[in-house]
C-alpha cells in the first residue's frame, strides 16, 4: 500500500463521508502551482483549491506574513478589542473595492458566512424578507446558503429549507447553440419582471443575488445585457442587488472585480477563497448607507477576521499588485480559451467553452446537445488527466463542465503542459467522434 493509500484509508475510517472526496489523490506539500502527494508525485494544479490559491501555493512572502502575525497575536476576536489587522484590511478592501461615494466592509471564515450575512444586512436595510436566486447558483453549504444553492445534490436530505427564498432560471447563452446573447438577456428580464407579478411581490423583495459568474453552476456568465437590467430593476423597486464574487474575485477574471466587466455597482458584494492566500477568511463590502442600517451585534462571529488570516489577505492582496495578477488573468483567460477552442472545432461533443478572464469552462454533451450532458465523460478525462500528472475538478449541475482555477502564478509552459496533458486526454477518450462527425457531414 502506497503513502497515499494509507492516508485515505485513515481517513475513511475517522472522517465523515459527508465530507466529500472527488479522488483518491493526497497532498503533502505545493509550491507555487505544483502540488506534490505522499508518494512524491508531482501534479499541476488546476483546481487551485477550489479557486483558492490565485496567488500560488505557499507565496514565501504570504508565509512570512503570516508567522510574523502568528508571533504577535493568534486571537482576540474582533468583538472583544479592535486588532490592526482587522482595520487594515476593512481599509484595503473598501480602497481597491469601492461601492459609490463610501464603503465599509465587515469580515468572516468562509464564502457561505459571507453570503449569510449579506441577506442579513439586505433584509435589515430594506425591512423586507423574499431573496431572489438563480438555478445554477452556488452560494454554500450553511442552512441559509444551502437554500440558495441550487444543485439538488449538495441538499440531500437537509431540509426543511429556509422561507422567502425565490429561484429564477439563470440568464444562461450558450455561443454555439440555443437563442442569441439579446434574445436572452430580453426574455430572462422579462421573465424577472413577470415574476413580481405571479411569483413574489417587488416591494417585498430585500435582495437578488447573483454571482457575475457562475462557479459550480459551470462557469456560465451572465451576459451584459441582463446585469445591466438587473441593475436598473433593482433601482427601480428598491431591492438590494448582491454580487457574489466568492469565486470570481481577485483577479481571477482580471479584474479585483468580475462587476468591473459590467461597468455597475452592486449595493452589497461577498468575498472568500483567494482573499486569504490559503487561510480562511471571507468579506462582505457594500455601501456604506446599506451597512449602516445593521443593528450593532447581529453581524460577525468569534473567528470573523482572525488576525493572522487578515495578515495573510493583506499580505497576499500585495503579491497580486506586485506579481500584476489582474494583466496575468486576462492573458492566462486568453491563453486556455484559445486552446478550448481548437479542440471544440475538432470535437461534435462539445457544447460550449465558456468563462471571463482565467475563470475558463468546457462543456461536454453527447453531439453538443445541451439535453444530453456527458458528465461520465468528464469524470474519466479527469481521471486519466490526474494519471497523467494533471489536477482538474468538475463544475455544472451535470458535472459535465471541466473548469480551470489554476494559480494565476503559473508559468506558460507549465500551463502549457498542462493543457498538453488535458488536450490529448480528451482526444483519445474521444477518438472516435470527431471521424464520426467529418463521415456524417
Same mark, same amino acid.
Given at each position: 500500500?502506497?503513502? !497515499?493509500?494509507?492516508?485515505?484509508?485513515?481517513?475513511?475510517?475517522? +472522517? /465523515?463521508?459527508?465530507?466529500?472526496?472527488?479522488?483518491?489523490?493526497?497532498?503533502?506539500?505545493?509550491?507555487?502551482?505544483?502540488?506534490?502527494?505522499?508518494?512524491?508525485?508531482?501534479?499541476?494544479?488546476?483546481?487551485?483549491?477550489?479557486?483558492?490559491?490565485?496567488?500560488?501555493? /505557499?507565496?514565501? =512572502? +504570504?508565509?512570512?506574513?503570516?508567522? =510574523?502575525?502568528?508571533?504577535?497575536?493568534?486571537?482576540?476576536?474582533?468583538?472583544?478589542?479592535?486588532?490592526?489587522?482587522?482595520?487594515?484590511? /476593512?481599509?484595503? #478592501?473598501?480602497?481597491?473595492?469601492?461601492?459609490?461615494?463610501?464603503?465599509? $466592509?465587515?469580515?468572516?471564515?468562509?464564502?457561505?458566512?459571507?453570503?449569510?450575512?449579506?441577506? @442579513?444586512?439586505?433584509?435589515?436595510?430594506?425591512?423586507r424578507s423574499a431573496v431572489i436566486c438563480y438555478t445554477g447558483g452556488f452560494h454554500g453549504r450553511t442552512l441559509l446558503a444551502t437554500t440558495l444553492t441550487s444543485k439538488l445534490t449538495y441538499k440531500v436530505g437537509c431540509g426543511p429549507f429556509a422561507p422567502e427564498v425565490y429561484r429564477l432560471p439563470f440568464p444562461l447563452f450558450r455561443s454555439r447553440s440555443g437563442p442569441s446573447e439579446a434574445e436572452v438577456v430580453e426574455q430572462e428580464l422579462s421573465r424577472l419582471r413577470s415574476a413580481f407579478k405571479d411569483t413574489v411581490a417587488a416591494n417585498t423583495v430585500a435582495a437578488i443575488i447573483i454571482e457575475p459568474v457562475q462557479g459550480e453552476g459551470g462557469f456560465t456568465v451572465v451576459p451584459q445585457g441582463y446585469m445591466q437590467g438587473?441593475?436598473?430593476?433593482?433601482?427601480?423597486?428598491?431591492?438590494?442587488?448582491? $454580487?457574489? =464574487?466568492?469565486?470570481?474575485?481577485?483577479?481571477?477574471?482580471?479584474?479585483?472585480?468580475?462587476?468591473?466587466?459590467?461597468?455597475?455597482?452592486?449595493?452589497? !458584494?461577498?468575498?472568500?477563497?483567494?482573499?486569504?492566500?490559503?487561510?480562511?477568511? &471571507?468579506?462582505?463590502?457594500?455601501?456604506?448607507?446599506?451597512?449602516?442600517?445593521?443593528?450593532?451585534?447581529?453581524?460577525?462571529?468569534?473567528?470573523?477576521?482572525?488576525?493572522?488570516?487578515?495578515?495573510?489577505? #493583506?499580505?497576499?492582496?500585495?503579491?497580486?499588485?506586485?506579481?500584476?495578477?489582474?494583466?496575468?488573468?486576462?492573458?492566462?483567460?486568453?491563453?486556455?480559451?484559445?486552446?478550448?477552442?481548437?479542440?471544440?472545432?475538432?470535437?461534435?461533443?462539445?457544447?460550449?467553452?465558456?468563462?471571463?478572464?482565467?475563470?475558463?469552462?468546457?462543456?461536454?454533451?453527447?453531439?453538443?446537445?445541451? &439535453?444530453?450532458?456527458?458528465?461520465?465523460?468528464?469524470?474519466?478525462?479527469?481521471?486519466?488527466?490526474?494519471? &497523467?500528472?494533471?489536477?482538474?475538478?468538475?463544475?455544472?449541475?451535470? &458535472?459535465?463542465?471541466?473548469?480551470?482555477?489554476?494559480? #494565476?502564478?503559473?508559468?506558460?509552459?507549465?500551463?502549457?503542459?498542462? #493543457?498538453?496533458?488535458? =488536450?490529448?486526454?480528451?482526444?483519445?477518450?474521444? @477518438?472516435?467522434? $470527431?471521424?464520426?462527425?467529418? @463521415?456524417?457531414?
Open positions: 500500500m502506497t503513502a !497515499s493509500e494509507k492516508l485515505v484509508a485513515r481517513r475513511q475510517r475517522v +472522517v /465523515c463521508q459527508g465530507v466529500g472526496m472527488q479522488s483518491p489523490m493526497t497532498a503533502a506539500q505545493a509550491s507555487g502551482a505544483i502540488i506534490t502527494d505522499e508518494d512524491g508525485k508531482e501534479f499541476i494544479d488546476f483546481a487551485g483549491g477550489i479557486g483558492v490559491m490565485n496567488v500560488g501555493h /505557499c507565496d514565501p =512572502e +504570504v508565509v512570512r506574513a503570516i508567522t =510574523e502575525q502568528a508571533n504577535r497575536l493568534l486571537h482576540a476576536g474582533i468583538h472583544v478589542a479592535t486588532y490592526e489587522p482587522y482595520v487594515a484590511l /476593512c481599509e484595503r #478592501l473598501v480602497e481597491l473595492i469601492p461601492h459609490g461615494a463610501s464603503t465599509k $466592509a465587515m469580515l468572516v471564515n468562509t464564502g457561505a458566512e459571507a453570503v449569510e450575512n449579506a441577506i @442579513k444586512i439586505a433584509r435589515q436595510a430594506t425591512g438587473l441593475r436598473e430593476i433593482c433601482d427601480e423597486h428598491g431591492i438590494v442587488l448582491i $454580487a457574489d =464574487e466568492v469565486q470570481t474575485g481577485f483577479a481571477r477574471t482580471g479584474r479585483w472585480s468580475a462587476m468591473e466587466h459590467y461597468g455597475i455597482t452592486p449595493d452589497l !458584494s461577498t468575498w472568500a477563497k483567494s482573499m486569504g492566500g490559503g487561510l480562511p477568511i &471571507s468579506a462582505v463590502l457594500g455601501k456604506a448607507e446599506i451597512m449602516d442600517k445593521v443593528s450593532p451585534g447581529t453581524l460577525g462571529g468569534t473567528y470573523g477576521g482572525n488576525p493572522v488570516a487578515c495578515a495573510a489577505a #493583506l499580505a497576499t492582496i500585495g503579491r497580486m499588485e506586485q506579481l500584476g495578477l489582474n494583466a496575468r488573468g486576462e492573458q492566462q483567460g486568453e491563453l486556455i480559451r484559445g486552446r478550448f477552442e481548437s479542440i471544440a472545432a475538432r470535437l461534435p461533443d462539445v457544447s460550449d467553452v465558456r468563462g471571463l478572464g482565467a475563470m475558463m469552462g468546457i462543456e461536454f454533451c453527447e453531439g453538443g446537445d445541451p &439535453s444530453k450532458p456527458s458528465g461520465a465523460l468528464v469524470k474519466h478525462i479527469i481521471d486519466d488527466c490526474r494519471a &497523467s500528472g494533471l489536477l482538474l475538478i468538475p463544475a455544472g449541475v451535470d &458535472s459535465n463542465v471541466i473548469r480551470v482555477l489554476a494559480p #494565476l502564478v503559473i508559468t506558460d509552459e507549465t500551463l502549457s503542459r498542462g #493543457l498538453d496533458i488535458l =488536450e490529448r486526454t480528451i482526444l483519445k477518450l474521444t @477518438k472516435g467522434l $470527431a471521424h464520426a462527425s467529418a @463521415k456524417g457531414a
